[in-house]
């Protein structure tokens, strides 16, 4: 089910956000929820642009996000991200066409970024169950250093994804202007209600 914020309007989307000639979607949520693959895949059936934050940050610091963490914590990551994130919007602001932005899963949990987020780009939230969660980031470790070494395991998984939850959830629902809830559905399906809610934000109408 996909929903969108009530306390928002169209008219409160700037024109890099929604235009004819352009247009940003950004995608949020929990690391683990698909937001890169559903990013990529919506962009390749969409003929848009795709752009991962975190790739960004590793091409513009020319180091990887865990050589990042192991350098300078959570802070120093969080303020190559912001400013990463700022030149990506200019970016976007200067130029045309149609974008998919894929943020990480803490992007929003810096002030500034949610502000530049709400004001420059139509925001989904990929919702997903913490079962959801554990499942895929068991089975896809990959290099998360905000998980630390909770991954060896999926009780301990699950503990630090309900903890980190906790402070995060009202984040990402404060920030989305839509929620797609994605329990149980191939990224085919979530991609098609991106789809729908991209023409609806386009015409000014609300799904509920």
Same mark, same amino acid.
């Given at each position: 089910?996909?929903?969108?914020?009530?306390?928002?309007?169209?008219?409160?989307?700037?024109?890099?956000?929604?235009?004819?000639?352009?247009?940003?979607?950004?995608?949020?949520?929990?690391?683990?929820?698909?937001?890169?693959?559903?990013?990529?895949?919506?962009?390749?059936?969409?003929?848009?642009?795709?752009?991962?934050?975190?790739?960004?940050?590793?091409?513009?610091?020319?180091?990887?996000?865990?050589?990042?963490?192991?350098?300078?914590?959570?802070?120093?990551?969080?303020?190559?991200?912001?400013?990463?994130?700022?030149?990506?919007?200019?970016?976007?602001?200067? @130029?045309?066409?149609?974008?998919?932005?894929?943020?990480?899963? @803490?992007?929003?949990?810096?002030?500034?970024?949610?502000?530049?987020? @709400?004001?420059?780009?139509?925001?989904?939230?990929?919702?997903?169950?913490?079962?959801?969660?554990?499942?895929?980031?068991?089975?896809?470790?990959?290099?998360?250093?905000?998980?630390?070494?909770?991954?060896?395991?999926?009780?301990?998984?699950?503990?630090?994804?309900?903890?980190?939850?906790?402070?995060?959830?009202?984040?990402?629902?404060?920030?989305?202007?839509?929620?797609?809830?994605?329990?149980?559905?191939?990224?085919?399906?979530?991609? @098609?209600?991106?789809?729908?809610?991209?023409?609806?934000?386009?015409?000014?109408?609300?799904?509920?």
């Amino acid at each position: 089910m996909a929903m969108r914020r009530k306390s928002r309007t169209s008219s409160t989307f700037s024109q890099a956000a929604l235009s004819p000639e352009k247009m940003t979607v950004s995608l949020t949520g929990f690391m683990g929820c698909g937001k890169s693959s559903i990013g990529k895949l919506f962009c390749r059936i969409s003929n848009w642009d795709f752009i991962d934050l975190d790739e960004m940050i590793e091409k513009r610091r020319g180091q990887s996000v865990k050589e990042i963490f192991a350098e300078g914590g959570e802070k120093l990551f969080r303020e190559v991200e912001l400013e990463t994130l700022k030149s990506v919007l200019e970016d976007r602001d200067n @130029g045309t066409g149609r974008t998919v932005l894929s943020l990480g899963g @803490g992007t929003l949990t810096t002030p500034e970024a949610a502000s530049l987020i @709400g004001g420059k780009t139509v925001c989904i939230y990929l919702r997903a169950n913490t079962e959801t969660l554990v499942d895929n980031l068991y089975k896809y470790p990959g290099e998360r250093p905000m998980l630390g070494d909770s991954q060896s395991d999926r009780d301990s998984l699950r503990a630090k994804i309900e903890e980190m939850m906790s402070r995060r959830a009202a984040i990402y629902e404060a920030a989305a202007d839509w929620t797609i809830d994605i329990d149980g559905k191939s990224y085919p399906a979530i991609a @098609g209600e991106m789809d729908t809610v991209i023409w609806l934000s386009e015409k000014g109408k609300a799904k509920d």
